[in-house]
């Protein structure tokens, strides 16, 4: 069975809502049947009650089997964004999903770069878990970069990451349960952050590694565009493998409308591939920035 035979249509109950700095909001929300299947780099299509007609595409931060339960984090750019974060604990919504193909672990890797830009930062965040929780022996470390505060906790932290260079050494709190290194960066200036791209910081690391650890290393990565340009340089450049989460607009998230179409080279070959179905996850190599 593949990913585009098992997307469900639930209704679903808003658990929780919790407000970040600068309109950012993580949502949990009780969806007994896509968090039983939903995997890091797939999506939800999510209705946003108030007069929002079309849905918005939402990458899973989390789901728990256990629970019932799928998490998502966004900022409210938007009228659909904005109308989600004002439902209650209780509210109902319809999402679809799992949508996608989502990030997988080729064989023959040992080590993961997790990069993650603005909202682009829930499904790293999230695959950074599962590989820890799933136990592939797979060696971590995350780098995040956000021009607003970040949706997270911060705190000091002893993990070790050599090749960065930061005198206070910051971490989010999650990838610190996980004993996952992690390094923020951000053009704002905020304490203990790189001043500068995320980029600069996953550069600094990959210049640590040796040829033999480059070949096993794989890096993860979603955000903006130009970040994802500049992932994508940098992984060319060191010879690193790349997988890359694009964010398109979408209208109906199954593959049907063909709005969200981007040009890919496969086999040689220019193809056009919906981001919706046939993605949102890419090999760096195949895409045209
Ligand atoms: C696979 C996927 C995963 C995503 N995951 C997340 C996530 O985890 N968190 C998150 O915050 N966001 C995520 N997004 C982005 C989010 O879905 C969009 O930003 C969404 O449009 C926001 O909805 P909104 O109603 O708040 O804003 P919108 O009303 O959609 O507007 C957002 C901004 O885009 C502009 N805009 C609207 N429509 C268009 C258009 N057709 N062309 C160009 N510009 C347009 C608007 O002017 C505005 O500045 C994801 C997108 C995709 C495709
Ligand atoms: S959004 Fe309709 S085909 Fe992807």
Redesign the pocket.
Known sequence: MTNKDIIFEEKAEIVDQVKFESDQFVTIVKAEKSSQTAKPGQ?AFVECGGD?LLR????YLRSSKEDGTVE???????????SLSQLKKGDAIKIMGPIGNGFTIPSGKESAILIGGG?GI?PVLFMGEEIKETKHGINLVAFFGSEIPFPFETCDSNLDMPGTDLSVNKTIDDMEKLSIPCRLSSQAGYEGCHLGYVTELAKSFIETLSDAEKTETIIYACGPESMLEAVAKLAKEDQLDCVLSL????ACAIGGCAGCTVKVLEDGHERMKR?CVDG?VFDAEQLYF
Request: glycine share 8%; net charge negative; proline share 12%.
């Open positions: 999506f929002t918005r595409p939402l990458s998502f984090m966004y900022k409210t750019v938007g009228q659909g964004l904005e909202v829930p964010e398109e607009y979408m981001v949102p």
